[in-house]
């Protein structure tokens, strides 16, 4: 009775590692497409910026805000630019502070995963 009760709990503790492993890899994944994403907006807002430096500086710009355009000067823009390229520089340092974060606690859980089914195996052919 002893030896079923072990191996239920065995098999509960490998069902919460397995389901703890899933929302870990969903979790890269996201956090891996994010910083896809924001590598698109920084090579998308350098050609903006590279197109923007071709026009003379008196050329009327504008920027969407909402449903409206605003109009701005050459260097306002370029300075919002400059901003939006530093503020995902950033981000994408902090996602791949976490990427690498959930790819240590990938690790620790594999290792936990083959340790618990490596024991379990011991056990039952003991049995």
């Given at each position: 009775m002893t030896?079923?009760?072990?191996?239920?709990?065995?098999?509960k503790m490998l069902g919460q590692l397995?389901?703890?492993m899933i929302d870990i890899q969903t979790s890269l994944k996201k956090s891996t497409g994010q910083i896809e994403g924001l590598k698109r907006e920084i090579q998308r807002s350098k050609l903006t910026d590279k197109?923007?430096?071709?026009?003379?500086p008196e050329t009327p710009m504008f920027s969407p805000v909402g449903r409206m355009f605003v109009?701005?000067?050459k260097a306002e823009i370029r300075e919002q630019i400059e901003n939006k390229i530093k503020t995902c520089e950033d981000d994408i340092k902090k996602q791949e502070t976490t990427k690498?974060?959930?790819?240590?606690?990938?690790?620790?859980?594999?290792?936990?995963f083959k340790?618990?089914?490596?024991?379990t195996g011991g056990k039952k052919s003991r049995s």
């Open positions: 030896t079923t009760s072990r191996e239920e709990e065995a098999q397995q389901m703890k197109e923007i430096n071709t026009l003379k109009l701005h000067s690498t974060f959930l790819e240590k606690q990938m690790r620790d859980c594999e290792t936990q340790e618990r089914l490596g024991g």
